[in-house]
């Protein structure tokens, strides 16, 4: 088992940007658990099952990176799988006071589970899932920002090809 961390999120659709902190995160833990929300109050692009799908082949070259969907509070999550840490990753300052109030819950929830900022990677700081799907809406050229794979996926939504 080992140390375990939870990288969760909305990955509607899963970017560059995401897949850094995963990748970071699986250098550091024996096993990362990406978790995507299924209980969030946004409608996705994608369905959380298309979401999971999408960062099991994007992911698929790290051997301890597993793919889940939960419903539910994170924290019960990270209890069920045994984490003892939640990763997220930080862009800019805006990103700062819904973290700071998410981590703060987080730790009256359970105090034993921490939580891991990283900070974004300088070529990846201005990417999020809302941003390339508006490109991508448009016929705008995202292959810098999303896996190939998920490029087409967004083709697809988008009814590009
Ligand atoms: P949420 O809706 O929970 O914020 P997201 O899918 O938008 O879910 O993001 C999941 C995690 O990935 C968050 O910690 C977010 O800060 C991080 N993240 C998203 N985009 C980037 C990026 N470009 N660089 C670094 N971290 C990112």
Do not use: W
């Not at 990955?11 to 560059?16: E, G, L, W």
């Not at 990406?34 to 996705?44: A, D, I, R, T, Y």
């Not at 990176?65 to 800019?92: M, Q």
């Amino acid at each position: 088992m080992g140390r375990i961390a939870v990288c969760p999120g909305s990955f509607d659709p899963i970017t560059y940007g995401h897949l850094d902190i995963i990748e970071r995160a699986s250098k550091i833990f024996d096993t990362v658990y990406v978790s995507v929300l299924k209980n969030s109050s946004k409608e996705g692009l994608f369905t959380p099952e298309e979401r999971v799908e999408l960062i099991r082949q994007v992911s698929e070259r790290y051997p301890n990176v597993e793919v889940r969907s939960f419903n539910g509070l994170l924290i019960d999550f990270c209890e069920e799988v045994g984490a003892e840490a939640i990763v997220r990753g930080l862009r800019a300052v805006s990103d700062f006071e819904y973290e700071m109030q998410l981590t703060s819950m987080n730790r009256k929830l359970n105090s034993s589970i921490e939580t891991i900022y990283m900070m974004t990677n300088n070529n990846y700081s201005f990417i999020s899932s809302s941003i390339v799907k508006e490109v991508a809406k448009y016929g705008g050229k995202i292959e810098d920002v999303v896996p190939p794979l998920v490029e087409e996926a967004l083709k697809r939504k988008f009814n590009l090809q």
